[in-house]
Nanobody, 125 residues
Framework: EVGLVESGGGSVQPGGSLRLSCVAS????????MGWFRQAPGKEREGVAR????????LYSDSVKGRFTISLDNAKTTLYLLMNSLKPDDTAMYYC??????????????????WGQGTQVTVSS
């Protein structure tokens, strides 16, 4: 099993920054891919960013590319999402997720087996 616990959400003005964290537990082979997803009210869950823990390759959605950065600590137990230049459209519940190794995994949420409880991000003036 894999446990995922997010933190770091909050309210921020447009143009501001936030850093989300996700502490992971469980076998590393079950979380070879780790990603951040978000879901706004009335919208489908969408992939934001993904990191392949070995060899640390990243993937971003077009909507956040150049503004968000996904990273993993050296122990591969804490996943981060640094969000800069935040916009009101970034307002959503943000979730951390993990998928086992084997087949390549992108930003499709249906490919992820393990999910955290989410942390709310609100961007408003």
């Amino acid at each position: 099993e894999v446990g995922l616990v997010e933190s770091g959400g909050g309210s921020v003005q447009p143009g501001g920054s936030l850093r989300l964290s996700c502490v992971a537990s469980g076998y590393t082979s079950l979380r070879a891919f780790m990603g951040w997803f978000r879901q706004a009210p009335g919208k489908e869950r969408e992939g934001v960013a993904r990191i392949n823990t070995i060899p640390n390759t990243t993937l971003y959605s077009d909507s956040v590319k150049g503004r968000f950065t996904i990273s993993l600590d050296n122990a591969k137990t804490t996943l981060y999402l640094l969000m800069n230049s935040l916009k009101p459209d970034d307002t959503a519940m943000y979730y951390c997720a993990a998928a086992p190794g084997g087949l390549w995994v992108g930003l499709d949420p249906t490919k992820y087996n393990y999910w955290g409880q989410g942390t709310q991000v609100t961007v408003s003036s």
